[in-house]
């Protein structure tokens, strides 16, 4: 079947780095985004991996091992405004169509301290 | 601005009395969604269409309708709500399943 895992909560100090991870089991793999969404708002789009290996983009990173289902997004230098909650989404390949749908992991809740 | 818009964006409303929350994208999307979104399930998905007059049912289709008659508009309708579909909506567009775009959100209670 189709699963997507990711931690309910994390916890990091301003000015740290954290790691979210997101681990996958999907049937039709075509590529794995995260999101960030803060409370009450939409999620706003951070990174696409289709590929193995490192994405990065400023302060944000995210990697991709197909051969192990895996993901994470590597946030650095945390700020106060990076709490929000982090989605992991796989784009799966839709039965037995020949479009795709996306799979949403519960959210990954990050809390920065001071 | 490219952008999506839903409205309304609070709605109380009771049981069985029907509502439409519409959505628009002017961005010249060929594919759009309907999630709602609760505590610990993650955003699932109601109805999907990828092109004008073509929509297709999500993993939580039931209780809901949609329609797509222009390529711009994706409105949601409950035709008969209950309890248990209140929750958080968002509608979300793209080009060809690639980078979805959400809409603000509309925060529905059902008394």
């Known amino acids: 079947g189709q699963n997507i895992d990711q931690p309910t909560e994390m916890t990091a100090t301003e000015g740290a780095i954290v790691q979210i991870n997101c681990t996958y089991q999907?049937?039709?793999?075509?590529?794995l985004f995260w999101y960030q969404q803060h409370a009450g708002e939409a999620p706003t789009f951070l990174s696409y991996n289709v590929l193995d290996g490192l994405e990065e983009k400023g302060r944000f990173s995210s990697f991709l091992s197909r051969s192990k289902g895996y993901s994470y997004l590597l946030l650095k230098e945390l700020q106060m405004k990076d709490s929000a909650s982090y989605l992991c989404a796989v784009r799966d390949r839709r039965g037995r169509r020949s479009n795709y749908q996306l799979i949403w992991g519960a959210g990954t809740k990050l809390i920065i301290k001071p | 601005e490219a952008q999506v818009t839903q409205n309304p964006r609070y709605l109380i409303t009771v049981t069985g009395k029907k509502l439409t929350v519409t959505c628009s994208q002017n961005?010249?999307?060929?594919?759009m969604s309907w999630y709602r979104q609760d505590p610990g399930l993650g955003l699932r998905q109601i109805y999907y269409s990828m092109n004008v007059e073509v929509t297709d049912k999500g993993d939580v289709p039931e209780g809901y309708k949609v329609s797509r008659k222009e390529k711009r508009n994706f409105p949601l309708i409950l035709e008969s709500p209950s309890p248990n579909q209140t929750s958080l909506y968002f509608c979300?567009?793209?080009?060809?399943?690639?980078?979805?775009?959400f809409g603000p959100g509309t925060r529905l209670l059902v008394l």
């Open positions: 961005m010249n999307h060929e594919y």
């Open positions: 979300a567009s793209s080009s060809r399943g690639e980078t979805q775009y």
């Open positions: 999907t049937s039709g793999f075509n590529g």
